[in-house]
């Protein structure tokens, strides 16, 4: 029997953690639901260096992917659009590092 793409996403998920690809933490009680997830060593061969985040509700939105920029020193924010039904994907946003390092500098 074929696997749904989820049942197939959770069990790459379940090993990039057994294997140290990836470090990730979940939090949940009735207030405070999240996901940490920390990239381990993503230049390294073989390690995860993207996440992408999608939306299962009756709201409808497009997913983000997400991964760090060691040029520009910060995080890549990417949204996907459609070209005679081909997926491509652009950068929506730029999140430096360090940005908020100083509370009392203001950000440019």
């Known amino acids: 029997m074929k696997k749904l793409a989820v049942e197939i996403a959770t069990e790459n998920a379940i090993e990039a953690i057994k294997t140290r690809r990836i470090l990730a933490e979940v939090?949940?009680?009735?207030?405070?639901?999240?996901?940490?997830?920390?990239?381990?060593?993503?230049?390294?061969?073989?390690?995860?260096?993207?996440?992408?985040?999608?939306?299962?509700?009756?709201?409808?939105?497009?997913?983000?992917?997400?991964?760090?920029?060691?040029?520009?020193?910060?995080?890549?924010?990417?949204?996907?659009?459609?070209?005679?039904?081909e997926e491509h994907w652009k950068e929506v946003g730029f999140f430096m590092s360090w940005a908020l390092e100083d509370e009392n500098t203001e950000i440019n």
């Open 27 to 85: 939090w949940g009680n009735k207030d405070n639901r999240k996901i940490n997830i920390s990239f381990n060593y993503p230049r390294n061969d073989k390690k995860i260096n993207e996440i992408e985040i999608s939306l299962s509700d009756v709201r409808a939105s497009d997913g983000i992917k997400i991964n760090y920029d060691f040029d520009r020193d910060g995080y890549v924010i990417m949204q996907p659009y459609y070209v005679d039904g």
